[in-house]
């Protein structure tokens, strides 16, 4: 439980991925913004397992949320192409 304030997102961390990636503060729902919300919780879960190898909890959620990264990912290069490039090159991930 100590563990999850440390993977949590602030509303303010998640309103300045909004201005970054979406199309205003408040655009949180759109692929592009879901995306970089999700690279963040998942960073910050790898982070965590780095020091609590054996929290298979986490690790399950963190296989998940990679899952639906990888879903809004094939959706976003089907629909905009050169957007995806861009936010994949900005956002450091190798797919």
Known sequence: VAGENAVAIT???TRELATQ????????????????????????LTDHLRTHSKDF?????LLKLIGQRKRLQS?????DPKAYAAMIQRLGLRR
Do not use: C, M, P
């Open 75 to 79: 959706y976003h290069q089907g629909r």
């Open 11 to 13: 509303s303010g961390r």
């Open 21 to 44: 990636y979406g199309k205003e503060e408040t655009d949180t729902g759109s692929t592009a913004v879901q995306i970089a919300i999700l690279t963040e919780r998942i960073n910050g």
């Open 57 to 61: 909890g986490s690790r399950r959620g």
